[in-house]
């Protein structure tokens, strides 16, 4: 079975710090991971992926994520982060045959101004 | 930008009740999914849908639930008699087949209330 795994249930910044999420990952063969987030009262909205390629993947508002095989993580990154980017970051991955995500539990990040 | 259209956005039902989400893909999406999220907790998959049958679900989806794609466009959820457990938020979602069609497109979802 495929699974992901978020460690922090919250990360704090103040703005204008760099700002990481962490997820590690435990598949059988090449993985297909993505970022998503959820602002509130809102759905999920998709951020990265990383398919195969580079290993630092560039996404949407400024993201990147930077797949990791040896450590088996794949860790959301911000330069600078913004107040705005406070929402919660899910990491998952896809089963190859079913196109099914499999979502860790989900990090809420807060930035303070 | 295309997007899954989800309705209602909320229902707020007595317990026993049936009640049935709707969902619209984007047009040119063949692969469509349900997923829940009781509130604060982990997004979890629901089902997947492809070529008018069901081709994964968990163990969540028990015979309470049912899906359907009535007529090309709608994609819906059933659940026939719905449980307090029930409570949460359901997301669609859906992706196109192809190299490009590995992101999944969720809805806004539909919060359901079961009292």
């Known amino acids: 079975a495929q699974s992901v795994a978020q460690p922090e249930d919250q990360v704090n910044v103040a703005e204008g710090n760099p700002l990481t999420v962490k997820c590690t990952y435990s598949?059988?063969?090449?993985?297909?991971l993505f970022w998503y987030v959820q602002y509130p009262n809102r759905g999920l909205q998709f951020l990265l992926k990383?398919?195969?390629?580079?290993?630092l993947v560039k996404g949407s508002y400024g993201f990147e994520a930077e797949f990791n095989k040896s450590q088996t993580s794949f860790h959301l990154k911000k330069p600078s982060a913004l107040v705005s980017d406070s929402a919660l970051y899910f990491c998952?991955?896809?089963?190859?045959?079913?196109?099914?995500?499999?979502f860790g539990a989900g990090t809420t990040v807060t930035v303070r101004a | 930008e295309p997007e899954v259209t989800q309705t209602p956005s909320h229902q707020v039902t007595q317990m026993g009740q049936e009640v049935i989400l709707r969902c619209v893909p984007i047009?040119?999406?063949?692969?469509f999914y349900w997923y829940r999220q009781i509130l604060g907790q982990k997004v979890e998959f629901l089902v997947s849908?492809?070529?008018?049958?069901?081709?994964?679900k968990s163990e969540i989806f028990d015979d309470q639930f049912s899906v359907e794609r009535p007529d090309g466009s709608n994609f819906t959820l059933k659940i026939r008699s719905t449980k307090l457990e029930d409570s949460a938020m359901y997301f669609c979602?859906?992706?196109?087949?192809?190299?490009?069609?590995?992101?999944?497109?969720f809805g806004a979802g539909s919060r359901l209330t079961v009292l």
């Open positions: 979602a859906s992706r196109a087949q192809g190299s490009g069609a590995n992101v999944l497109t």
């Open positions: 598949v059988s063969g090449n993985p297909y």
């Open positions: 990383y398919i195969t390629g580079d290993n």
């Open positions: 998952a991955v896809r089963s190859l045959l079913t196109g099914k995500l499999s």
């Open positions: 047009s040119n999406h063949l692969y």
């Open positions: 849908f492809y070529n008018n049958e069901i081709s994964e």
